[in-house]
């Protein structure tokens, strides 16, 4: 994921066009007045090109070209290198000026995942770092998230840790952009889902390529994304194209009824709520009237409704009547535990031990 130019040789010098012109003059033993009067150009003029003062136009380098027999393009990269040398230079006394912009970031986690390289040189990490995000400067960056953070619809917390957060997003957003899918469907898309479903009875290793899957096919694009500290986030939920959506999920809870909510209540939002803003689903919780939807859009998908009240209506939780109801209802019992612990119907201690644990990596 690290981009090869890194180890790029990149020298810390640049020959200027007038010091290498300086050079065939002296080894011609021609005068600089010859030159000139050659050329049609002041002797002031060319010495400033010389002594550096003057960059060398294309139209000169055509000149020399006739007038000396070396190429124009010899002369045109001479300068394009000096100009992009000094260039660099100059923006990196400038970055030096912000290198504690750095330590805003998860700099070590995006090191382990391999998007920022394992070197101290704090200059080589603001670099990288610019470029994973895809912006030019620091201050860039700030503008951009701001104006990115006041599309995105979920709690406060988001402003809280900004740098964590939208450095956890965009990983999605890059290995999203690494997946294909066909366009978005509304209706594949939901009979899809009923057969996502049925993934809940297996383990991670045996549904999570044919779920990606079943996902590309209806326009969205699954991806997981380990949690990153101080971000706090479940799952996320936003559209990269008008035709192609992207879940983005942590696994913060790591067992499979927060996995399996927190999909369908993903889900939830690319059906019901359109395709502008993005949806980020943290620890706090936060309420609204899109993430109440959501929230019944996926409990229902998991256990329906009538179902389920039905089922604690008679208020015994045992573990075979869980188990018993799972198989009734064709879902995994830990789903039906972390229900029922939710709905404080029993302690958050009791039956845990029927859940699964699942585990992600990048």
Same mark, same amino acid.
């Given at each position: 994921? =690290? ?22 003059l002296e080894s011609r033993e021609i005068k600089k007045k010859e030159l000139s009067e050659r050329l049609g ?19 000169? *380098? ?8 070396? $190429? ?7 300068? *394009? ?7 660099? $230079? ?6 030096? +000026? ?5 330590? =805003? ?25 610019? +470029? ?16 990115? *953070? ?25 290995? *999203? ?6 366009? %978005? ?42 949690? %990153? ?17 992207? =879940? ?75 188990? $018993? %109801? ?12 972390? +229900? ?23």
């Amino acid at each position: 994921m =690290i981009n090869k130019e890194l180890y790029v040789y990149k020298p810390d010098y640049a020959v200027h066009p007038g010091e290498y012109l300086e050079e065939v003059l002296e080894s011609r033993e021609i005068k600089k007045k010859e030159l000139s009067e050659r050329l049609g150009i002041s002797v002031k003029h060319l010495s400033q090109i010389i002594h550096k003062q003057a960059m060398l136009t294309a139209e000169l *380098a055509v000149q020399l070209e006739r007038t000396l027999g070396i $190429s124009a393009n010899i002369w045109n990269n001479l300068n *394009a290198d000096y100009s992009l040398f000094h260039a660099r $230079s100059n923006e990196a006394i400038a970055l030096r +000026q912000k290198l504690e912009w750095i330590t =805003i970031f998860p700099v070590n986690e995006l090191k382990k995942f391999g998007f920022l390289p394992h070197v101290k040189n704090k200059e080589a990490i603001m670099e990288k770092l610019l +470029q994973f995000f895809g912006v030019s400067t620091p201050e860039q960056w700030q503008q951009f998230y701001d104006l990115k *953070a006041a599309h995105f619809r979920k709690s406060p917390a988001f402003s809280d840790n900004l740098p964590h957060i939208a450095s956890w997003l965009r990983i999605g957003e890059i290995k *999203a952009s690494e997946m294909e899918a066909t366009p %978005f469907d509304k209706d594949v898309f939901k009979i899809n889902l009923d057969n996502i479903r049925r993934f809940t009875l297996n383990r991670r290793d045996e549904f999570e390529s044919e779920m990606k899957r079943l996902c590309a096919m209806s326009g969205v694009i699954l991806v997981f994304v380990p949690e %990153f500290k101080k971000t706090h986030i479940s799952g996320a939920t936003q559209w990269i194209t008008q035709d192609k959506a992207v =879940i983005i999920m942590s696994l913060r809870y790591k067992t499979n009824d927060h996995f399996w909510f927190t999909f369908f209540h993903e889900a939830a939002h690319i059906l019901l709520h359109g395709k502008k803003g993005t949806f980020i689903d943290d620890i706090k919780g936060f309420q609204s009237k899109e993430e109440n939807e959501a929230n019944r859009y996926s409990r229902n998908m998991l256990i329906p409704e009538v179902e389920y009240k039905s089922f604690i209506s008679k208020g015994d939780f045992n573990r075979e009547d869980i188990k $018993s %109801f799972a198989v009734k209802t064709q879902i995994h019992p830990g789903i039906v535990v972390g +229900q029922l612990q939710h709905d404080k119907c029993i302690n958050y201690n009791w039956h845990n031990d029927l859940k699964e644990k699942l585990h992600i990596g990048l």
